[in-house]
């Protein structure tokens, strides 16, 4: 089975990026639990500033899928899972 990593980047003091949590990575988590490992980066953590900064991310929240495709901002569930399962359907 085919496994991707998805880099999410928040801020500990966003509510936009709790709401982002609890709304779309969480049950995205939950669904597609076997098929993608989540790495959750905290941006003030300077290991995950750094990755941000390799990745130019600007804003939080953001999602980066397998290193390919980045989301910033606050996007739908549907959204975030059609780039996902895109990308899942390119590494098989």
Same mark, same amino acid.
């Given at each position: 089975?085919? #496994?991707?990593?998805? %880099?999410?980047?928040?801020? +500990?003091?966003?509510?936009?990026?709790?709401?982002?949590?609890?709304? $779309?990575?969480?049950?995205?988590?939950?669904?597609? !639990? %076997?098929?993608?490992?989540? #790495?959750? &980066?905290?941006?003030?953590? +300077?290991?995950?500033?750094?990755?941000?900064?390799?990745?130019?991310?600007?804003? $939080?929240?953001?999602? $980066?899928? =397998?290193?390919?495709?980045?989301? =910033?901002?606050?996007?739908?569930?549907?959204?975030?899972?059609?780039?996902?399962?895109?990308?899942? !359907? &390119?590494?098989?």
């Amino acid at each position: 089975m085919t #496994r991707i990593v998805v %880099d999410y980047f928040f801020s +500990p003091t966003s509510e936009e990026c709790k709401n982002f949590m609890k709304l $779309v990575v969480n049950p995205l988590m939950r669904e597609l !639990g %076997d098929s993608v490992e989540w #790495r959750v &980066h905290n941006i003030y953590d +300077p290991r995950a500033k750094k990755l941000a900064d390799q990745y130019a991310v600007r804003v $939080v929240p953001t999602l $980066v899928i =397998a290193g390919k495709e980045i989301i =910033a901002g606050f996007k739908p569930v549907n959204v975030v899972k059609e780039a996902i399962m895109r990308i899942l !359907g &390119h590494e098989k």
